[in-house]
C-alpha cells in the first residue's frame, strides 16, 4: 500500500515507516511533503492509496486545504495525526473524507487497525498475518526460554499450526538446545548480515526444524556478532515471518534494547514470566514500568508465573495486587520432567507426556489458541509413535 506523508517532522516520518514495514500489507511512504499547500503544489504521480496528513501544525485557517486535497485524489484514502482536536478542522477533514482521526503520538494497535480499515477501503487484500508473542524474563532463571521453546512445540503439534520461533537473547541465547541437538546452520546474526536475501524460502532454510511445524531461528553462539542485528533488520523479519507463519515466538531474554524494544513494538501479547518471588516482583514492577512509559496497552501484557507452588506465603492475588496486571497461566514446579527436558534437548511433552509441565502446555495452546486440544490416540501415536504408556 503507497502513502503520501504530509508532515515536516522527520521523526514522525521514521516512525511510520518502521510501524509500515512489519506489517502485512506493506506500507510504503513513497513521497513526503512538508505541508498542505506543497502537497496541492507537487502532486504526487505514483499510484496512491492513503494520505497520511500530520495535522498538529496546521492552522484552522488551512483547514479548507484537506477538501482540496480529497478533491485532488479522489478515492485514495485519507488519514489524520492530531495532537489535539480543533472542532473546525475535523469538520473540514470530515468533508474531506478522512475516516480515520488518530492521536499523536502514535500507538502501534491504533495506527495498524486504521491501515487494515484503509487497506480494506482500497480493495487491497491482506495477506496472512500470523500472530507474534514475546516472551521475557522478569528475571534470570525465570524459566522464560523453557516456556517459550515448549511452547512452541506444543503449539505446532497440537494444534497443526506453523510456528517459528525467534531467539532474540543475543549475548545468551540458547533455546534451539531445549528442543533440539541440531547444529543450527544459520543464525539470527548470519540472516541479518544477508537481510536484502530475506523471504519466506530463505528464512524458512535458515531455521532449526524441530517439527514440520516448528522451526528455531537460533542466535549465533559468539555474543560478539550480536552487533550485526539491528532495528530495521527485524522489521524485515518479521514482516516476513507473519506471512509465512501462523504464530512467531519471540524469546526476548531479560535485555531491553533498540533491537528487543521493536521487536516489541509490533508484538500482539506479551508474556512476562516470573516466579513468585519478591525479587521476581520487584524486578517484574520495573519492567512493566518500562511497558507503560513506552504506552504498551496492559490488555497486552500476561502474566505468566513458572515454579508455582498453591499454598505459598505469596498468592497469586498478592501478584496481581503489586502489579496491576493479570496473571492468565501458572507453570508447576515439575522440576524432574522439566530438568530430564533441559539436560536431553527434547521437548517436555514429546519425553513426560503425563508429567504436569506437559499437562500445563496442552492448557496454554488452549488458552492462546482458543480452542480444545483432543488428545486423540492418533495424535498421541503420531507424538509418541505407538502411543504406549512411559515405563
Known sequence: MKALLI???SQLHAEIASLGAARAPLLEVCAVRASLREALDRPESASLQLLIVDASEIEPSEAALLERLGRQYPGTQLMLLADQHHPELLIRAMRAGVRDVLQLPLVQRAFHEALDRAAAAAG????REGKVLAFIACKGGSGATFISTNFGYALATLSAKRVLLIDLNRQFGDAALYVSDQKPAMTLSDVCAQIARVDGPFLESCVV???PGFGVLAAADD???AKEARPEHIDSILRVARQHYDYVLLDIGRQIDAVSLRALDVTDTIYPVLQLALPDIRDARRLLDIFRSLGYALDDIRLIVNR??????????DLHTA???EVVHTFPNDYVAVTDSVNQGVPVLQLSRASAAARSLVELVELVTGSRVQESRGLLERLFGRGEPND
Do not use: F, M, N, P
Open 223 to 225: 555474543a560478539a556478532h
Open 308 to 317: 508455582y507452588e498453591k499454598g505459598g506465603k505469596l498468592r497469586l492475588q
Open 323 to 325: 502489579l496491576g496486571c
Open 209 to 211: 526444524h524441530v517439527t
Open 124 to 127: 487491497i487484500s491482506t495477506l
Open 7 to 9: 508532515s515536516r517532522a
